[in-house]
C-alpha cells in the first residue's frame, strides 16, 4: 500500500497554518500580489497531499473561504480607517464654527456700551471663517457639512459691516441694532455648528464636549455639550 505523506491531523494543522500566514501577509502586503503568492502556496501543498480528490477538493474550498474572510477584514479595515479620518475632518470643522460662535458671545457679553468698537474681534473671527471657505469642496468629508459652512458665510457677510458700524455708534438705537445682529450671527453660527455635528453622528463619532470661559465667566459650550442652554 502507498505511504501516506501526511497525516489528517498534519493536514488540519497546514490548513490552520496556511491560513494564518495568509492574514498575515495581507495584513502586511494587502492586494492581488499576496492574494496570487497564496493561491500558488495552497495548490503547491494540496498537489503535493497524498489524500483522496475530495479531500483536495475540500482543502481547496477552506482556503478560498480562509482567503476571502481576510480579504472582507482588510476591506472594512480599511473603511474604519477612513470613517475614523472623516470623522476628525468634521470635528475640525466644527472647532472653527465654535471658535467663530465665541467671538459673537464675547461681543455680546463682554462689550456692555456702544460706541466700542469690535474691529479687532471681527477680524479674528474673519480669520476662522476665510480657513474654512479656504478648503477646496471636495476635501469636505461631507456635502452637508459643505453647504452648512457655505450658508454660514453667506447668511454672515452682510451682518458684518452692521456690526461694525453699530458698534462704533454711540445710541440707544445702534446697540439695539448691534444686539440683534448679534443674535442672528450667533442662530447661524450655531445651526451650521449643528448640521457638522449630525455629520460626526451619522458616521457614529462622537460629539466634541468643549467649553470656552470668557473674563466675565460667561461659559460657551460646542454643541451638544451636556450643560448647553436649550435654544
Known amino acids: 500500500m502507498k505511504e501516506r505523506l501526511l497525516s489528517w491531523g498534519t493536514l488540519l494543522c497546514l490548513i490552520v497554518l496556511t491560513t494564518l500566514v ?5 495584513a502586511v502586503f494587502p492586494g492581488v500580489e499576496a492574494m496570487r503568492w497564496f493561491f500558488r502556496t495552497t495548490a503547491t501543498v494540496i498537489s503535493r497531499l497524498d489524500a483522496p480528490a475530495w479531500a483536495q477538493a475540500i482543502t481547496a474550498a477552506l482556503a478560498i473561504v480562509a482567503a476571502s474572510a481576510a480579504v472582507v477584514w482588510q476591506q472594512r ?7 475614523q479620518d472623516e470623522i476628525r475632518k468634521l470635528k475640525i470643522l466644527a472647532s472653527g464654527l465654535f471658535n467663530c460662535r465665541i467671538v459673537i458671545e464675547y ?3 463682554q462689550i456692555s456700551l456702544a460706541g466700542v468698537p ?3 474681534e471681527l477680524a479674528d ?21 459643505f453647504h452648512a459652512i457655505q450658508a454660514a458665510a453667506e447668511a454672515y457677510k452682510p451682518l458684518e459691516p452692521q456690526i461694525l458700524q453699530t458698534s462704533r455708534t454711540l ?3 445702534a446697540w439695539d ?15 451650521a455648528e449643528r448640521l457638522v455635528a449630525e455629520s460626526i453622528l451619522e458616521l457614529k463619532g462622537e460629539l466634541q464636549q468643549v467649553r470656552c470661559v470668557l473674563a466675565d465667566g460667561h461659559i460657551v459650550y460646542s454643541y451638544g455639550h451636556p450643560q448647553q442652554p436649550k435654544n
Open 118 to 120: 469690535a474691529d479687532r
Open 107 to 109: 461681543l455680546e457679553t
Open 125 to 145: 473671527l474673519r480669520s476662522h471663517l476665510d480657513a474654512l471657505e479656504r478648503i477646496p469642496p471636495f476635501d469636505y468629508p461631507s456635502w452637508p457639512a
Open 77 to 83: 479595515k480599511q473603511a474604519d480607517a477612513g470613517r
Open 177 to 191: 441694532a448691534r444686539e440683534k445682529h448679534l443674535a442672528r450671527a450667533n442662530r447661524v453660527f450655531l445651526e
Open 22 to 26: 495568509l492574514i498575515h501577509a495581507l
Open 171 to 173: 445710541s440707544q438705537r
